[in-house]
T-cell receptor
Framework: AQKITQTQPGMFVQEKEAVTLDCTYDTSDPSYGLFWYKQPSSGEMIFLIY??????QNATEGRYSLNFQKARKSANLVISASQLGDSAMYFCAMREGGRGYSTLTFGKGTMLLVSP | EPEVTQTPSHQVTQMGQEVILRCVPI?????FYWYRQILGQKVEFLVSFYNNEISEKSEIFDDQFSVERPDGSNFTLKIRSTKLEDSAMYFCASSERTGPNYGYTFGSGTRLTVV
């Protein structure tokens, strides 16, 4: 079974509008971390935001916020006031805490295109 | 801000040749990783490295792959005899600690093309 599922291969949004990128995850480990990365066309992986499984509040970082619904196992990324520079591939990832050397597992990504 | 440095940014090699991809992790990080991303596909884990030994590896990381930390700063991925299907973006990453609260800092990647 996929640990991270991103069901939207592509999303379109107009500049200045908000957009939500979906991510669901699968784990039986009570301790885990959820991460979002941005990959622009230049290829690098840029960390955006993190949510811990025990965090009581949704994470926020500037225009990025994470809509964390633990019971539904979803961790959607919300980008407010989209900018042209937000056009990129976005990856949701998870790191589980149960094992000593847990690795980061990625979803397939969502391509976001922001139009003027 | 500290960063992970990867060289070269692009490499073209002939099938069957050996390649070495180089990485300089963040200096106070203890855990190192290699991931790869075949064009248009998901980012896949290859190997993790801690305390001068491999801590975990995926099915992709077969005998043609090896990693090494030859000195106190570099971390290398060697592919002994490259195949066409090794063409991908290879990312090095490091993290200060292991555990679910710690994400990785990724390098900018090396785009490997095998011809």
């Amino acid at each position: 079974a996929q640990k991270i599922t991103q069901t939207q291969p592509g999303m379109f949004v107009q500049e200045k509008e908000a957009v939500t990128l979906d991510c669901t995850y699968d784990t039986s480990d009570p301790s885990y971390g959820l991460f979002w990365y941005k990959q622009p066309s230049s290829g690098e992986m840029i960390f955006l935001i993190y949510q811990g499984s025990y965090d009581q509040q949704n994470a926020t970082e500037g225009r990025y916020s994470l809509n964390f619904q633990k019971a539904r196992k979803s961790a959607n990324l919300v980008i407010s006031a989209s900018q042209l520079g937000d056009s990129a591939m976005y990856f949701c990832a998870m790191r589980e805490g149960g094992r000593g050397y847990s690795t980061l597992t990625f979803g397939k990504g969502t391509m976001l295109l922001v139009s003027p | 801000e500290p960063e992970v440095t990867q060289t070269p940014s692009h490499q073209v090699t002939q099938m069957g040749q050996e390649v070495i991809l180089r990485c300089v992790p963040i200096s106070n990080h203890l855990y190192f990783y290699w991931y790869r991303q075949i064009l248009g596909q998901k980012v896949e884990f290859l190997v993790s490295f801690y305390n001068n030994e491999i801590s975990e590896k995926s099915e992709i990381f077969d005998d043609q792959f090896s990693v090494e930390r030859p000195d106190g700063s570099n971390f290398t991925l060697k592919i002994r005899s490259t195949k066409l299907e090794d063409s991908a973006m290879y990312f090095c990453a490091s993290s200060e600690r292991t555990g679910p609260n710690y994400g990785y800092t990724f390098g900018s990647g090396t785009r490997l093309t095998v011809v």
